[in-house]
C-alpha cells in the first residue's frame, strides 16, 4: 500500500536552534500534505496544507514564520522549526494525500524535544 | 474549534468483547474517516464511509453514519488484545483537510 515517510523520527536540540523534518511520499506524487501536530494524549491538530510549487495554508494561530513549510517536489515536503523553545516539543505527523483516492497516508510521526 | 469529539474518552474491555466508539461532529461533510494510533506511532486509515452511505464493513470493524444527527460509531467485533490502541475520527469538507475528533483510547486486556 502507499508509504509516507518521515524523518528523522526522533530529535532532540537546544533552544534557538532550527530543526528541519522531511515527509517523503513513496509510493504516489502528492500534490498536497499535510502537517499535523499533537500533544501528548491529545488529538492532531492541522497545522498547515502543503501544496507543491505553491506557498503553504496555515491554520489559524500557527505562525508562518516559526514554522517554514516547503513542498518543493511532488514526494518532498519540509517543515522547519525556526528557533526552537520547549513549547515546541510535540509529536509532528506528516500526510499526504493521494489524488486518485479520498484518504491521507500518515507518515510515523516525528517526536521533537527542546531542551 | 471544529473539533469532533469522541465517547468514550477511554474504554476498557476483555478480549472477544465488542467495542464501540462515537463520534459526533459539527459542520457537513464530504465523508468521515476512522483511522488508529498505537502509542507514539502514526495514524493507520481504518475505514471510509461517504456523506451518503448509512453502514460499512471491514471485516471485524463497522461503521455508521448518522448525518441528521452529524453523528458515527466504530463498532469492532470480537476484539483482540492487538487491538488495543487509540482511534479516532475524522471528517473532510469540500478541501480535503481533515478535522480529527478528540479520540477514544481502547485497552483490550487478555
Known amino acids: 500500500g502507499a508509504v509516507v515517510s518521515q524523518h528523522p523520527s526522533r530529535v532532540i536540540c537546544k533552544s534557538g536552534t532550527s530543526v528541519k523534518i522531511e515527509c517523503r511520499s513513496l509510493d504516489f506524487q502528492a500534490t498536497t500534505m499535510f502537517w499535523y501536530r499533537q500533544f501528548p494524549k491529545q488529538s492532531l491538530m492541522l497545522m498547515a496544507t502543503s501544496n507543491e510549487g505553491s506557498k503553504a495554508t496555515y491554520e489559524q494561530g500557527v505562525e508562518k514564520d516559526k514554522f517554514l513549510i516547503n513542498h518543493a517536489s511532488l514526494t518532498l515536503s519540509t517543515l522547519t522549526v525556526t528557533s526552537a523553545h520547549p513549547e515546541d516539543s510535540s509529536f509532528y505527523i506528516c500526510s499526504a494525500r493521494d489524488p486518485n483516492k479520498e484518504t491521507q497516508y500518515f507518515g510515523p510521526g516525528t517526536r521533537l524535544l527542546v531542551l | 474549534s471544529q473539533q469532533g469529539e469522541e465517547d468514550p474518552q477511554a474504554l476498557s474491555i476483555q478480549e472477544g468483547e465488542n467495542a464501540t466508539m462515537n463520534c459526533s461532529y459539527k459542520?457537513?461533510?464530504?465523508?468521515l474517516q476512522w483511522y488508529r494510533q498505537n502509542s507514539g506511532r502514526g495514524l493507520v486509515h481504518l475505514i471510509l464511509?461517504?456523506?451518503?452511505?448509512r453502514e460499512k464493513h471491514s471485516g471485524r470493524l463497522r461503521v455508521t453514519l448518522d448525518t441528521s444527527k452529524k453523528s458515527s460509531s466504530l463498532l469492532i467485533t470480537a476484539s483482540r488484545a492487538a487491538d488495543t490502541a487509540s482511534y479516532f475520527c475524522?471528517?473532510?469538507?469540500?478541501?480535503?483537510?481533515?478535522?480529527f475528533g478528540t479520540g477514544t483510547r481502547l485497552q483490550v486486556t487478555l
Open positions: 459542520t457537513s461533510i464530504n465523508n
Open positions: 464511509i461517504r456523506s451518503n452511505e
Open positions: 475524522a471528517t473532510a469538507g469540500t478541501a480535503s483537510k481533515l478535522t
